[in-house]
């Protein structure tokens, strides 16, 4: 079903690999390196979104994200120049989001104001954590009085402000969380990233865990309650789930995030982006070469795309599920339906509703809270034969 994506809108998600440093729990597609040809890296991006803008006429783009990587490292003439293309390649909507990730220790004010003058109008800043001990078990290269400041920058300058924020940290307790994230709320934001530290495989983290040398974990016990409180401490200061692990004020929430979980098109360009593009009758997923220069080369010479597969409908309606169940407005059982050719087993909803899991109303059917506690299980109910 080749217009399901407009359920979702479409956004363009861009992505920048480098960083000053790399964090011990990163998995993400990042790299350090000495030198970077910013003018290079811009014309590269130009032909992606050329190439993109010639298959995906006809759409109306309604958020931009610059991702990382650190894309506070961009020169501001990189994020100007990527800003303006698509929006000569495509007609953007008049409530326009365009977000871009930053550090705090890469916060200039001069830097930002010219973010904001090239149509930047929202900034997630990767905080994680709100003391220097921790600052520093995390590998992050900013202090909490950085942090501070460059989080009064970044409020000074931008329509839109949000941090992230890990818990269950090493030595964390419950009421250690608590404590810092009511300090987080007090500096008026109206959008928090709250994450679970999880311990990835292939991370500097990783190994330590496998080598039995990252000690003080919380246990899950206490992990669970962290995550109460922050269900408990968000939602008294305005600020909902709309997501598992977003909260915010009515009408801040993020709108790129928003198509990804609503299960709408994203073009991805740059290392190791992914997509989900629909041409003609389906709906394709497409990644591109990960590592930067591989990427790089290849954008210049033909496209930075490695990969694109088309997805079978009952892949897609999975797809649909698994995000949209995220999100606490939950999902069309007639959209899922659509996609499937076969609607969701109401034998399965039954048996969810009466454990409290979920909740149906009409068409729209979403976990409760005790169900977004164990997600994982309440889709795998849902989804099996």
């Known amino acids: 079903m080749s217009s399901d994506w407009q359920n979702g809108g479409f956004g363009i998600y861009v992505h920048w690999p480098f960083c000053e440093a790399k964090c011990p729990y990163c998995d993400f597609n990042s790299h350090v390196v000495r030198e970077i040809d910013q003018l290079r890296w811009l014309r590269a991006y130009l032909l992606e979104i050329e190439r993109y803008g010639r298959e995906l006429q006809g759409r109306v783009v309604s958020s931009i994200f610059f991702g990382g990587g650190t894309p506070s490292l961009m020169q501001p003439e990189v994020v100007s120049g990527v800003i303006a293309k698509i929006k000569e390649t495509w007609p953007t909507a008049n409530d326009l989001e365009v977000t871009l990730e930053a550090n705090p220790g890469s916060v200039e004010a001069g830097r930002f104001k010219a973010y904001r003058e090239a149509g930047v109008s929202r900034i997630s800043m990767g905080l994680q954590a709100l003391n220097d001990d921790d600052l520093r078990r995390l590998g992050r290269i900013h202090t909490v009085s950085e942090a501070r400041a460059a989080f009064e920058i970044a409020r000074d300058t931008f329509e839109k402000v949000s941090f992230d924020l890990i818990y269950a940290r090493q030595g964390q307790t419950p009421d250690m ?209």
């Open 177 to 385: 969380w608590r404590a810092e994230l009511k300090e987080a709320l007090s500096l008026a934001v109206d959008h928090l990233s709250l994450y679970q530290l999880t311990i990835e495989q292939g991370t500097a983290f990783g190994d330590r865990y496998n080598a039995g040398k990252l000690r003080g974990l919380p246990d899950d016990e206490a992990s669970a309650e962290m995550y109460e409180i922050t269900q408990d401490v968000c939602g008294e200061a305005g600020l909902l789930a709309y997501e598992v692990s977003n909260h915010a004020k009515v009408g801040s929430e993020c709108r790129h995030n928003l198509i990804y979980w609503r299960y709408g098109d994203y073009a991805g360009i740059g290392p190791g982006a992914h997509g989900r593009v629909s041409f003609g009758h389906g709906r394709f997923a497409t990644e591109s070469y990960l590592q930067p220069n591989a990427w790089l080369e290849n954008a210049e010479q033909s496209t930075g795309e490695k990969l694109r597969e088309k997805l079978a409908p009952a892949d897609q309606a999975t797809e649909f599920l698994l995000m949209g169940m995220r999100l606490s407005e939950g999902v069309s059982l007639d959209r899922y339906a659509a996609l499937a050719g076969q609607t969701l087993n109401s034998k399965k909803l039954d048996e969810l509703k009466e454990l409290g899991m979920i909740v149906q109303n009409d068409d729209r059917v979403r976990a409760t809270e005790q169900g977004r506690f164990v997600l994982n299980s309440v889709l795998a109910k849902l989804l099996e034969d």
